[in-house]
């Protein structure tokens, strides 16, 4: 983000799936980027300390085998993302959802940034190629300025088809290109949004 960027007053922290049940390596795997959990808790701080909205989001699996079903003690945010909820002086929302985009969720994510008129946002959270790439997708699709703070995620590696393996580098580095370089979204730091949102 060029350093003239600024981010605006009203723009939204959409912090996503930050959730216990992604801890569970041997149900997900080995994640990447361990350094994510400090950046989205630093990109929570910031946007409190500032008075911006903060949304929550919480995937609430309709698997039986997922850790993220509803019920379950790894449907629960992690404890850094849990007691920082409700501490921030602007907007705060909790978003429930069963599928990837928060943009299909309850409340309605759509109607309650156009009710407030926010045109922009930030993303954030679990996991990046999945729930965070297809909000992001979409909030562009949408008409909304997007900004994806790639350090603000982490994912897991993945069989695709022909037997095709791709790590979670990888796949973190292929969201990167295909957001930013499609047009969906800007691709930023968390020190980037940290230091533009003071």
């Known amino acids: 983000m060029r350093a003239e960027r600024e981010i605006d007053t009203d723009a939204a922290l959409v912090v996503i799936d930050v959730q ?10 080995t994640r990447n980027n361990p350094a994510a959990d400090g950046n989205i808790a630093g990109l929570i ?12 989001v919480r995937h609430d699996s309709l698997k039986p085998d997922s850790p993220l079903r509803a019920g379950q003690p790894g449907n629960g945010f992690q404890g ?16 429930t959802k069963s ?26 959270g679990v996991q990046t190629n999945m729930c965070a790439e297809t909000t992001a997708r979409m909030g562009g699709n949408l008409g909304y300025e997007v900004f994806f703070a790639l350090d603000a995620t982490y994912t897991f590696g993945l069989t695709g088809p022909y037997g095709w393996v791709l790590g979670a580098d990888e796949l973190a580095r292929a969201t990167a290109v295909s957001l930013h370089g499609g047009g969906f979204a800007k691709v930023v730091s968390s020190a980037e949004l940290i230091a533009a949102a003071g």
């Open 20 to 29: 216990r049940g992604f801890e569970e390596e041997a149900y997900w795997g």
């Open 45 to 56: 701080d910031a946007w409190q300390a500032s008075g911006r909205p903060v949304v929550f």
């Open 80 to 95: 850094y993302v849990e007691e920082r909820r409700g501490r921030g002086s602007g907007p705060e929302l909790l978003l």
């Open 99 to 124: 599928v990837n985009s928060a943009f299909y969720g309850t409340p309605d994510l759509r109607e309650w940034l156009d009710r407030s008129g926010i045109r922009q946002f930030v993303v954030a």
